[in-house]
Nanobody, 125 residues
Framework: QVQLVESGGGLVQAGGSLRLSCAASGRTSMRDYAMGWFPQAPGKEREFIAAITWAGHITRYADSVKGRSTISRDNAKNTVYLQMNSLTPEDTAVYYC?????????????????WGQGTQVTVSS
């Protein structure tokens, strides 16, 4: 069974940066799967912020992170990354990565069928 394990979260001051990682373990390959990142802030629903096609040639971003975040992947390492810059307290959330079969980088959470346990990101003012 495939497991997705996020890491890289933590406490950072406003204006700082973090790089999140999502590693897939088990008998799997990252090929043929698009990947996405979906944070969930306290009291709010999980929302889309970034996705990438299986080959990494197409990326999609929510307006809230466009220009200050970059999603990337290394299929040889079965890992997806999310570089986040210029963080604000509004970015505080548990960040989940997710996997979906097929090459399309969907912005819809229900299209993803495999989720990690999340990593906490806390941005102080």
């Amino acid at each position: 069974q495939v497991q997705l394990v996020e890491s890289g979260g933590g406490l950072v001051q406003a204006g700082g940066s973090l790089r999140l990682s999502c590693a897939a373990s088990g008998r799997t390959s990252m090929r043929d799967y698009a990947m996405g990142w979906f944070p969930q802030a306290p009291g709010k629903e999980r929302e889309f912020i970034a996705a990438i096609t299986w080959a990494g040639h197409i990326t999609r971003y929510a307006d809230s992170v466009k220009g200050r975040s970059t999603i990337s992947r290394d299929n040889a390492k079965n890992t997806v990354y999310l570089q986040m810059n210029s963080l604000t307290p509004e970015d505080t959330a548990v960040y989940y990565c997710a996997r979906k079969r097929g090459w399309r980088a969907s912005v819809v959470g229900n299209d993803y069928d495999n989720w990690g346990q999340g990593t906490q990101v806390t941005v102080s003012s």
